[in-house]
């Protein structure tokens, strides 16, 4: 897929900025091999599915959220447990542990916390929260 389809998908993303970056932090690593393998199958059609998915799954985050319900509630884990399988199904292999980093980075690094947060602040907190409690919940492991 071109870039600037890319671009278009994912309101100016460009990944290929950010590329050096992750092959530096996680290129030894399996889900990163298994990521580029899987991605650079990926036409238009998969990118919009990604992204119509990664939109569903931050909706549900916020409608949650916004409901009271506690990151660790059942609503907030049926959603975790939908967004590791969005990540499994077209990234990564996602077991607890990788999981469990990924939630940090989402609060950790501002860029991703930032991202997360134009929906609603403190979106990224409740999101990294949930997925924590789904990763350490350990019922998927």
């Known amino acids: 897929m071109q870039t600037q389809e890319f671009k278009e998908i994912f309101g100016g993303f460009d990944p290929a900025e950010y590329s050096a970056e992750a092959q530096a932090r996680w290129g030894e690593s399996d889900a990163y091999a298994q990521s580029q393998e899987r991605t650079a199958r990926y036409g238009k059609a998969d990118w919009q599915t990604i992204r119509t998915e990664m939109d569903a799954l931050s909706a549900r985050y916020l ?13 907030a884990q049926a959603i975790a447990a939908d967004h590791c399988a969005h990540l ?3 990234f990564y292999d996602a077991p607890p542990q990788l999981l469990r980093g990924l939630a940090q980075m989402w609060v950790a690094d501002e860029r991703f916390r930032a991202n997360i947060d134009r929906a609603d602040e403190g979106l990224a907190a409740y999101q990294s929260a949930a997925m924590l409690a789904w990763a350490n919940m350990g019922a998927h492991e």
């Open 88 to 90: 499994e199904r077209w």
């Open 63 to 75: 409608a949650a959220k916004s409901a009271g319900h506690p990151p660790a509630s059942a609503e």
